[in-house]
Each structure stands twice: as structure tokens, then as C-alpha cells.
């Protein structure tokens, strides 16, 4: 489910420039301002700034960006305008006078051409459909990519510039330009049945893909994904509004049900023959990832098994589609598919990540699979490869090594030499966009409280070139608010589990009064929420919120329980076959914990999340409902029978091969236990978790004869956004915590 470090026993704090200092006369702190709601959602107060529409252009040393609709180049050292690739005004049709709205842009090869997207509309998480135009820098020519009625999807330059691939209508089409003809590879597509050069519901997003088809190095292939979707079952969502409600199907494959089945491909540009490539006569699995080698002709593609505990590379003949299986990475639990699988030029050796040694590390292979060397080593994890340089064989990734509570860049060489860090000494987290070449890498800085800091940064070690935003009007913004310090812990369950958790106490914090505890939980397999870094998107908002909710005289508690990520693969995968089990009695005996600190009122203990923490939420106001006063759950799971196969079976298996773990834990088995006060919140147009579920959920309280109250959205996703969405359902929340607990 996508929204989607331990081991301190000190007390750990994040300095924060928004602190107020204690000597600081109590005069000037009531001049504080306090936080609202329309801060947060309405007039984007704390809102931070980043460095927008940013892209590295072939050049290391320039990044291009859209100003007022013009395409600039920019000297990434001194993020000064160099010149102007594209003008606004040269973006019209021949025999028109409106400009053309851009919304995004990519180059080819040699970026003298330039692919302009506009009128973009978003249709799931990661797929989106738009209107396509080539622009020739050269000639200042402005051209349609297909004159064919109907949005693109997904729309690639070949490497070589003189074609772009692109999806319609759920067919694969590819443009010749130095003519502009246009040519179907792909014929049968049909929705809800096939799909070829995109990729279902599901891989979309389990998978976190949704562009099904890769340009070959050499330009002369096109690799495809073909999805046989007409066996997988249909969810039927209605959307409210007109006079009779429309229907919304598509498809869905529920846990246990039947998943598309997948097939890769490959056409041959010159001749148009297309190969079907050989995955197996298994056709109940996943084909994760594909990815063209450095040897001309050979596909890597990645097989998995529908229980998700084998993975294999094969390397595919593009020509005649046969394959072999070259390396198996397998789990007792389950194998996590990554990106991290990179091939070197000469065609000789590949890098990939594994869990084999119990943390993910990264390991060199020959091209027949054998293991050349392993590169990292210790009890820490890679969470992301952000580059490498081929002429002098470095590896650029991110890990935990220095805390899992943090993220620092590191670089090591192909011989698992010279490992070095290139982040800055000091707490907190680090994000890296890196150049293709390395020579630069932008850095994305944030500590807990403080605001984020973009700066360019040396790829050889990592020195300041350049700060491009300090986001230092925020900064002077923040010191007119009361802020509180995010402190973080580590303490023992009384299972004897050491746990991380992050706490935020009032600003005027009095250790001799009682407090009463919101805890905030999100807690499914791989995720924190226990960082030290400002966050992002609604995780940044959530803060704020909870912000708020400390003036109110709240503390608030978030803690990372088994299962969640950056502490190993043992502790990652305890909850395996068990989803909720283990998760549950940590939130409870993180809660009993709290109750014993002497500042906090032990029958004042909330608990709140959304998705997986909104089934968290479910299952501990229920399993345990001693324990906890009042409770919000936004758009959760509560039978995982309901959710889908990727997702479930990962962490679950099947069903029909583990109905106890599927039912021991869902919180519609435990709704009789509920005792305390309960807000339960559901988007009616959720395509990722189903409304259905908070439906179960209320069939089941109300049968076990509960109070509880609801609060829906009509037609919101498991966002619940747009327009006012966010500003009304927090400040229904907020008034829920300040009457009931």
C-alpha cells in the first residue's frame, strides 16, 4: 500500500530554530502566534520552498526549467538564466494565435528536439493521459504527435531522436519524425481487457510503475508489457452528482482472485516483426521490472512467483525471445522489488541489492550471475541508489548507516573500496538528485522542525557549490509562532522490543501536570513515520497538525512498530503471515508505556491514522479498546480480503493458503470489543482501499450494537482532497480529539 534505527536507549533531541529559548522573558512568548487550521490548509503559511520543474540537461553543468512558459537553461553553479531553449511566443500552431499551455516537457537525446505535453489529466496514482507536440529547436517548427482524435500516454523519444513511442487507447504506436507517420505496434487493446504498452491498476500501484514499454539502446527495439486483464474481477464504484449516479468500472484483483497475465514483447522498429519473449508457462506471477542491457539485443527481465518469496533475473534473446534465468534471489518471507539493478558498460558485470545478509546491500555479478563481490556490508541498509559513475566504477546511494532514523549519501567503488560519505556531518535527512555524469548532485536537507534546504552540491566529494533555497522567509516566518520540539526516544515494550518514537510535547510543557496523548501511527511493512526530517506532502501537514494540537496542551506520540523499515530484515518481516498481530501489541504497550510516564493522564490515550494506519487505528480501539479513550481512522483496510493481490499476498500469502492470518486481525472480526470513541473516515471514490471497507466495518458495529460516528467524502480518493476537502475534514478531526479526549 502506497501513500505510501533503533537501538538508542538515550533520549535524543532535534535542535530546532523555532524553539522558544527558556530565558526568553514570558512577555515576548505571549506575543506568539498560534496556529490554524487555515494556516495548514487554506492560506499555505508554512508552505516550503523547493526548487521547482528542475532537469538535469545532458551537460552536467545546466539544468533547463519552464519560466512563465518559456523552456530556460540555467548554470546549475549560479542558478543564472544562460539563454532561452524554447520561447513561449514560438509555441503555436501553424494558421493559430494562442500559445500553447505547457504543463511539461522532455528532450531527446541531443536535446534538439523537444516533446511539450499540455492539457495532462491525472488517472491514477502514477498514469496520466495528454495531448503531445514535437517542437524542432532547429526549424522552430510545432507539430502535433498524432493527428489521430484522442490523448497519448506516456510519450518516449528513442535514443536516437528519430522516433517516439506512445499509448492510445490502450494500444502501442510509434511515430516516425522525420515524417510524422505513425504506425500501430499493438492492435487488440481493449479496456478491461487488454492493455499493452501501460500497465494495470495493480502493478501501477504495488509495483510503482505505469509506463509498460522501453526504448532499446540502439533504438532499433521497443520492449513492451502486455496485460491479459479479462479474467481479473471488476470493482463497480458509483460517482455521485448527476441525477442517476454513474458507474466507474475497472478492474481489480482482489487477494485471493485472479491477476492479469503478463506478457513482454519486443518490436523491431526497421522490419516491424514483433517477438513475444519467454516467461515462463507459469503464467500466475509477476513480471516486476524490465530493463535493457548494455549488450545490444539482450532484455533483462525480472520474474517473480505469486507469493513474492522468489525473484529471478532472466537475460531475454530479443530477436527470438529465448531466456535464461541467470541470478534467483529468494526470502522465507518475501523478496522486495527495486530499481536498483543496474548494468555496466561492456556488457561484463551487473549491481543489485538484496536482503540476503539480512540488511539490503549491494552486490556485483557477473553477466552468467555469479557473484563477483559483495560491495556494502553492515548491520544498516541501501534505501536508494542515486548514481554511478562508469569511468571511474563509483556507486552513489543513500542508507542508514549513521541512524535509521536518518538518510546520508555515501559513495563506494565497484571493489568495495573506498566507501566514503559525501552528506555533511550532523543529524537529519538527506534526498539526492544527481547529474548523469555525477559531476553534481542537488542535496535536499531537512531536520525535524526545520525547514528544507536545496543546495548543489560536488559529486567528486560532496562540498557546497551552492545553496538554492534556504527557505530563510520561513524560517523568520516560524520564529513569530509557538513551536514545540519533536524529541525523539527509544524505550522497551514490555515484550522487551526496543522501539523508536518520536514525541511532541506543549511549548509550555510542565513535567508536574498530566497530559493527555494523541497517538500517530501509520506502522505497514517497510515504512516509518519516526524520522529525523521535516517530511513531506501530507506527512509535513500531519506535523503541523499535530502542532496544533500541542497548543491545545496535547502530546503527541508517533511510534514505529515491528514491521516497519531501516532497522533490518528480521525486524521488517516479524510480521509476516500475521499482518496487525504484532503491530497492535506494540501500539498497546508502547501506549502502556506511556501511561507510566508521570506527566501523562493514563486515561486520556487517543490514537489516530490513515490507510494502513487507519486499519492500525481500527484494530487498536478494538483488540485494544482498554487501552485507548478515542481513536480516528481515515480510509482504512479492515478486512484485507477486500485489498488487493500485490499488496496482501506479499505480506499475507493467499487467502486460501492463510485464511487465520487474513481473519484473526481484521478489526471487522473485533467490533464487539469497541469501547471507546470512534471516527471513522472514508472517501466514497477510493480506488486504491475500497469504501466497501468502512461499509464491513459499520455492518459489524452496528450489528455488535456500538456507538461510533462516520464521516464521508463523495467521490474523493484515498486522498480526500481537493478544494476545501483537507481544511473540512481537519477541522473535524480536530474538534472529534477536543471533545473526546
Do not use: C
Not at 531527446?108 to 503531445?132: G, M
Not at 532499433?220 to 481479473?232: G, H, I, M, P
Request: aromatic share 12%; proline share 4%.
Amino acid at each position: 500500500m502506497t501513500l505510501r534505527s533503533f537501538g538508542l536507549a538515550l533520549l535524543l533531541s532535534v535542535a530546532s530554530p523555532v524553539v522558544l529559548p527558556a530565558t526568553l522573558p514570558a512577555a515576548f512568548a505571549q506575543q506568539k502566534s498560534t496556529i490554524t487550521l487555515e494556516d495548514i490548509w487554506q492560506k499555505g503559511t508554512f508552505q516550503t520552498r523547493s526548487v521547482p520543474g528542475f532537469n538535469w540537461m545532458k551537460d552536467g553543468r545546466y539544468y533547463s526549467a519552464l519560466d512563465k512558459g518559456d523552456l530556460v537553461q540555467h548554470d546549475v553553479t549560479t542558478g543564472q538564466a544562460v539563454q532561452t531553449l524554447v520561447a513561449a511566443t514560438d509555441l503555436k500552431l501553424p494558421g493559430q494565435n494562442q500559445l500553447l499551455p505547457v504543463d511539461g516537457y522532455r528532450f531527446n537525446a541531443d536535446e534538439t528536439k523537444v516533446l511539450f505535453s499540455t492539457d495532462t489529466e491525472p488517472i491514477y496514482r502514477r498514469s496520466s493521459k495528454s495531448y503531445f507536440f514535437v517542437y524542432d529547436r532547429g526549424t522552430k517548427q510545432l507539430t502535433p504527435l498524432s493527428k489521430t482524435a484522442g490523448k497519448q500516454l506516456y510519450a518516449t523519444f528513442s535514443p536516437d531522436g528519430k522516433h517516439i513511442a506512445f499509448v492510445r487507447d490502450n494500444n502501442v504506436f510509434v511515430t516516425d519524425l522525420g515524417t510524422m507517420r505513425e504506425t500501430a505496434v499493438t492492435t487488440d487493446g481493449a479496456t478491461n481487457r487488454i492493455i499493452n504498452g501501460g500497465t494495470d491498476w495493480v502493478y501501477e500501484e504495488e509495483f510503482s510503475f505505469a509506463q509498460g514499454f522501453q526504448w532499446s539502446p540502439d533504438s532499433r527495439q521497443l520492449a513492451y508489457y502486455t496485460f491479459d486483464e479479462s479474467q481479473v474481477p471488476e470493482y463497480n464504484m458509483q460517482e455521485w452528482g448527476p441525477l442517476y449516479p454513474q458507474d466507474y468500472r475497472y478492474k481489480y484483483p482482489k487477494a485471493g482472485e485472479k491477476n492479469s497475465v503478463v506478457g513482454i514483447s519486443t518490436y523491431e522498429v526497421g522490419t516491424a516483426k514483433t517477438t513475444r519473449m519467454d516467461v515462463g508457462a507459469e503464467t500466475n506471477q509477476y513480471i516486476p521490472r524490465i530493463l535493457w542491457t548494455q549488450t545490444p539485443n539482450l532484455l533483462s527481465i525480472q520474474r517473480l512467483n505469486r507469493l513474492q518469496n522468489k525473484l529471478e533475473i532472466l537475460h531475454a534473446d530479443a530477436t527470438t525471445g529465448k531466456t535464461r534465468v541467470v541470478l534467483t534471489d529468494t526470502d522465507p518471507a518475501y523478496v522486495d522489488v527495486t530499481d536498483d539493478l543496474r548494468y555496466l558498460e561492456g556488457g561484463k558485470e551487473f549491481l543489485f541489492t538484496s536482503e540476503k545478509d539480512g540488511y539490503r546491500h549491494l552486490y556485483l555479478y557477473a553477466m552468467n550471475g555469479k557473484l563477483v563481490r559483495q560491495l556494502t556490508k553492515g548491520n544498516w541498509e541501501i534505501t536508494n541508489i542515486d548514481g554511478f559513475d562508469e569511468k571511474k566504477g563509483l556507486v552513489y546511494f543513500t542508507s542508514t548507516e549513521a541512524s535509521p532514523l536518518q538518510r546520508h549519501l555515501y559513495r563506494v567503488d565497484v571493489k568495495g573500496k573506498g566507501k566514503v560519505r559525501l552528506s555533511e556531518a550532523g543529524p537529519g535527512t538527506n534526498a539526492v538528485n544527481m547529474s548523469s555524469d555525477t559531476r553534481y548532485f542537488l542535496n535536499y536537507h531537512s531536520q525535524a522542525g526545520e525547514p528544507q534546504v536545496v543546495s548543489l552540491r560536488s559529486g567528486q566529494d560532496g562540498k557546497l557549490v551552492k545553496v538554492l533555497e534556504d527557505n530563510a522567509a520561513l524560517r523568520q516566518k516560524l520564529t513569530n509562532f509557538t513551536f514545540s520540539k519533536l524529541e525523539f526516544i527509544n524505550f522497551k515494550t514490555a515484550s522487551g522490543v526496543a522501539l523508536n518514537a518520536s514525541v511532541l510535547k506543549p511549548a509550555n510543557f510542565d513535567p508536574s501536570k498530566k497530559y493527555p496523548v494523541l497517538m500517530y501511527v501509520y506502522g505497514g511493512p517497510g515504512s516509518q513515520t519516526v524520522k529525523d526530517d521535516q517530511g513531506g506532502g501530507i506527512a509535513f501537514t500531519n506535523y503541523l497538525w499535530h502542532q496544533l494540537l500541542a497548543q491545545h496542551g496535547y502530546i503527541v506520540v508517533s511510534v514505529d512498530n515491528r514491521g516497519t523499515g531501516a532497522r533490518g530484515a528480521a525486524f521488517k518481516k516479524s510480521t509476516y503471515a500475521n499482518l496487525g498481530k504484532l503491530e497492535t501489541i506494540d501500539q498497546g504497550e508502547s501506549a502502556a508505556y506511556l501511561a507510566t510516564l508521570p506527566y501523562v493522564d493514563k486515561s486520556r490515550i487517543g490514537i489516530w491514522g490513515w490507510s494502513f494506519g487507519g486499519y492500525m487505528t481500527a484494530l487498536a480501539m478494538t483488540k485494544n479498546a482498554d487501552i485507548f479513550k478515542m481513536g480516528i481512522s481515515v480510509a482504512p483496510v479492515t478486512n484485507w480480503r477486500y485489498y488487493d493481490t500485490v499488496y496482501t499476498e506479499r505480506f499475507l500469502k493467499t487467502p486460501q493458503e492463510n485464511p487465520q492470518g487474513y481473519d484473526d486481525n481484521s478489526p471487522v472480526q473485533h467490533a464487539d470489543k469497541l469501547k471507546g470513541k470512534l471516527l471513522l473516515v472514508h472517501g466514497t471514490g477510493d480506488d486504491n482501499v475500497h469504501f466497501q471497507n468502512s461499509v464491513a466495518f459499520v455492518e459489524a458495529m452496528v450489528k455488535a450494537n456500538k456507538d461510533f460516528q462516520t464521516l464521508y467524502y463523495p467521490n474523493r480518493n484515498h486522498g480526500i482532497s481537493g478544494g476545501n476537502t483537507r481544511l473540512h475534514l481537519y477541522r473535524q478531526m480536530t474538534d472529534y480529539v477536543l471533545k473526546n479526549l
